[in-house]
Antibody
Framework: QVQLVQSGAEVRKPGASVKVSCKAS????????VHWVRQAPGQRLEWMGW????????KYSQKFQGRVTITRDTSATTVYMELNSLRSEDTAVFYC????????????WGQGTTVTVSS | DIQMTQSPSTLSASVGDRVTITCRAS??????LAWYQQKPGTAPKLLIY???SLQSGVPSRFSGSGSGTEFTLTISSLQPADFATYYC?????????FGQGTKVEIK
């Protein structure tokens, strides 16, 4: 079945970086985009950016521009999200998600990865 | 950025009730709107896309309507599995943005 499986929880100190992985299976990896969404405790969902898994093109939210990098490894059918210069406000659950098409919402989600930023 | 505002923020209802949640966009998004259901500790689940299209496998008691700046999600007869938080999301313009959520609680 179509699924996205994310890497496990991470703890980082302020100023550090974190790289979260999202392994895709059950579909042709290069035919779909993968998006990243953040959810801080008790907060609304927040879109971070996306990658075209076929050609590697990316687009980021201005809020995270300069701190976030989304990459993919087609041989491993895995997308990565790296967030730099972490601060306590980045403590959140990070989700990867895949839209069915440009016309649809995000129908397949990873299970989420909790990133805790604490000194 | 397009601001998405949901109302109410919390809703208390009983099993069998008809429930309506409203989502307003700060500018027109045509029908590029999705609705998600999220339960504690789990990822969001897509219910509705393109404002009114029911995602495959989602019960028909869920329906969506609207266009432009005003949208609604309706649950025709609330079931125990429906107690959750609901989010709207626009995908007309980057950055995609979400509403603040509506928590549907047991009355």
């Amino acid at each position: 079945q179509v699924q996205l499986v994310q890497s496990g929880a991470e703890v980082r100190k302020p100023g550090a970086s974190v790289k979260v992985s999202c392994k895709a299976s059950g579909y042709t990896f290069t035919r779909y985009a993968v998006h990243w969404v953040r959810q801080a405790p008790g907060q609304r969902l927040e879109w971070m950016g996306w990658i075209n898994a076929g050609n590697g093109d990316t687009k980021y939210s201005q809020k995270f521009q300069g701190r976030v990098t989304i990459t993919r490894d087609t041989s491993a059918t895995t997308v990565y999200m790296e967030l730099n210069s972490l601060r306590s406000e980045d403590t959140a659950v990070f989700y990867c998600a895949r839209p069915q098409s440009v016309l649809n919402g995000m129908d397949v989600w990873g299970q989420g990865t909790t990133v805790t930023v604490s000194s | 950025d397009i601001q998405m505002t949901q109302s109410p923020s919390t809703l208390s209802a009983s099993v069998g009730d008809r429930v309506t949640i409203t989502c307003r966009a700060s500018q027109s998004i045509s029908t590029w709107l999705a609705w998600y259901q999220q339960k504690p500790g789990t990822a969001p689940k897509l219910l509705i896309y393109k404002a009114s299209s029911l995602q495959s496998g989602v019960p028909s008691r869920f329906s969506g309507s609207g266009s432009g700046t005003e949208f609604t999600l309706t649950i025709s007869s609330l079931q125990p599995a429906d107690f959750a938080t609901y989010y709207c999301q626009q995908y007309n313009t980057y950055p995609w943005t979400f509403g603040q959520g509506t928590k549907v609680e047991i009355k």
